[in-house]
């Protein structure tokens, strides 16, 4: 086999190897979607497809993320993002702000330092799914310690 047949035949593998990656995630948020639609067996075993699925997630991503809540300083237990600024805070915490700012007749601020963002509404906040199966993720491992 030639020098360049060899080349040619790793480079393919590795376009490959992307391909893969990418349908596995691909199949673990279909896997989640659907055990969650379909109700597919207990809440329990329902967590653990989850949490196996996790797993791999993290081992493909590698990204540092912060799962900590601007607001309380504390870990998220259900990170909420903000469609307009995409700043993440704990949902109950961002809902408190809003009521007490609104209950004042004043707009609630995005809470993130230096964010421009002056009219944070319910509506604007969508679940990050992702980062809360992240924070699942690394619960799980820290409990195995
Ligand atoms: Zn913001």
Not at 15 to 41: H, K, P, Y
Not at 72 to 94: F, G, L, R, S, W
Not at 127 to 140: A, M, P, V
């Amino acid at each position: 086999m030639s020098l360049s047949a060899v080349h040619g035949t790793l480079s393919s593998l590795k376009s490959c190897q992307a391909d893969i990656g990418t349908a596995m995630d691909i199949v673990t948020n279909v896997a989640i979607d659907l055990a969650e639609a379909r109700g597919v067996g207990s809440e329990r075993q329902r967590k653990t497809l989850k949490l196996t699925l996790l797993d791999e997630d993290i081992a493909v991503t590698q990204t540092q993320d912060n799962f900590f809540c601007p607001l309380t300083q504390v870990e998220m237990v259900n990170p909420v993002k903000n469609k307009k600024c995409n700043h993440c805070y704990d949902e109950a915490a961002i809902l408190n702000l809003i009521k007490t700012r609104h209950n004042q007749k004043k707009k609630c601020r995005c809470p993130v330092v230096g964010c421009e963002n002056t009219d944070v509404r319910k509506s604007d906040l969508v679940l990050n799914k992702l980062l809360w199966r992240k924070i699942e993720s690394q619960k799980r491992q820290s409990n195995r310690t």
